[in-house]
Nanobody
């Protein structure tokens, strides 16, 4: 079964760091881009970071300079390094894979909770 598995969330104090992991199953191929989104209750899902197959990255304005997205192609894993965390970063973080074959497909992880306490 094609799936994305996330891990690494948790509770951290203001100013702290966390690293999120997202591993794609081997049967997810032709990935055009990987993205991290986050969502809080009552709000729309927000794009946090994206990494294209060519290696270019893009970040949401609220996390630019604090978060870094990277990948390990051998492990089929992407990472989100989050530094200088603030209470507004508290959310459920979701990993997304965009696959382009004969059509566009989206895969989503189950979500991982990040809580930043003040």
């Amino acid at each position: 079964q094609a799936q994305l598995v996330e891990s690494g969330g948790g509770l951290v104090q203001v100013g702290g760091s966390l690293r999120l992991y997202c591993t794609a199953s081997d049967n997810i191929r032709s990935i055009n881009a990987m993205r991290w989104y986050r969502q809080t209750p009552g709000k729309q899902r927000e794009l946090v970071a994206e990494l294209s197959s060519g290696g270019s990255t893009n970040y949401g304005p609220s996390v630019k300079g604090r978060f870094t997205m990277s990948r390990d192609g051998v492990k089929n894993t992407v990472y989100l390094q989050m530094n200088s965390l603030q209470p507004d970063d508290t959310a459920v973080y979701y990993c997304n894979a965009e696959v382009v074959t004969t059509s566009l497909q989206q895969y989503w992880g189950q979500g991982t909770q990040v809580t930043v306490s003040s």
